[in-house]
């Protein structure tokens, strides 16, 4: 892939300690329960609610129409909420995160996908995060972004806690993955450009699926493994990405994008298919 174009910013590489507390030995992922609704068959994106505790979000995959669903992490149906109002081309990843109004948790969607990689643009919609019960919802916004290495495929959004900062990981087969960030402050009325800022190498066949992120941690996954990187106070997620991560998980699925990071270490992932099996990963006792 080529590198970036004139004027996109690099971050500078920094240097952590090279065995951080979170990548300590972990428990096999235990599976918890199931995913109920059977309009979830492709699940492509998860996330924890903040609004609802021991609720997750999630979304289909491409061709599948604007929406996400409420389940519980035991698979509980808790109810569909429909987006007319958003576009839906290939939904990849969801993230929540802050908004325009503070103090209201929102989330992001991420329109990002690009088998062909043909797209002369990408997007992000978001909404202030539902109320459960809902079953409909108007509204939110859309950003509409290019890449500054031209059209990518990929399937990653992880949004900073605090700043609201956006960081896409490409999908690349190579294990060499390019990063990309747009600004918390971006003007969502408008086109933006997407900073190129480096490449992460995870090995050969490495295929970034999805990510999350709190204030300490961020975790990416690909179909089989999971990786984290602990985030130092006041490093930015380029910044942190940017380093060595450890290997903290394998997972057994049979076609896993999803992960959720919650409370106390422990994360949630799920495949896509009917009725598929969620994974609680915990660190071990």
Not at 59 to 79: E, K, Q
Not at 227 to 232: D, I, L, S, V
Request: proline fraction near 8%.
């Amino acid at each position: 892939r080529p590198g970036p174009s004139a004027g996109a910013t690099t971050a500078p590489s920094t240097v952590v300690p090279a065995r951080p507390p979170f990548c300590a030995d972990r428990s096999e992922g235990e599976t918890v329960g199931s995913i109920a609704s059977a309009e979830l068959d492709e699940i492509s994106g998860a996330v924890l609610s903040r609004a609802h505790p021991g609720v997750l979000w999630l979304h289909n995959d491409s061709g599948s129409r604007a929406a996400v669903y409420a389940a519980s992490t035991s698979g509980d149906d808790l109810g569909e909420v429909s987006l007319p109002d958003l576009p839906a081309r290939d939904w990849e990843d969801i993230a929540i995160g802050p908004g325009p109004v503070p103090g209201v948790d929102y989330l992001y969607i991420a329109d990002i996908g690009d088998n062909q990689e043909r797209r002369d643009t990408a997007q992000i919609h978001r909404v202030p995060e539902p109320t459960l019960g809902s079953v409909s919802m108007s509204g939110g916004e859309t950003l509409t972004f290019t890449y500054p290495t031209g059209p990518t495929d990929a399937e990653t959004l992880i949004v900073d806690p605090a700043s609201g900062d956006m960081v896409i990981a490409g999908k690349a087969l190579s294990g060499v993955t390019p990063l990309f960030g747009l600004p918390g402050d971006a003007d969502w009325a408008a086109p933006q450009l997407a900073d190129y800022l480096g490449e992460i190498e995870l090995g050969s066949f490495a295929v970034l699926t999805g990510g999350d992120a709190d204030r300490a941690i961020i975790v990416m996954r690909t179909y089989d493994e999971v990786f984290a990187w602990q985030r130092e106070e006041a490093r930015s997620l380029a910044e942190t990405l940017l380093t060595p991560p450890c290997r903290i998980a394998s997972i057994r699925e049979s076609q896993g994008e999803a992960i959720a990071l919650g409370e106390g270490n422990v994360f949630y992932t799920v495949s896509e298919g009917l009725n598929q099996p969620i994974q609680r990963f915990s660190p071990a006792a």
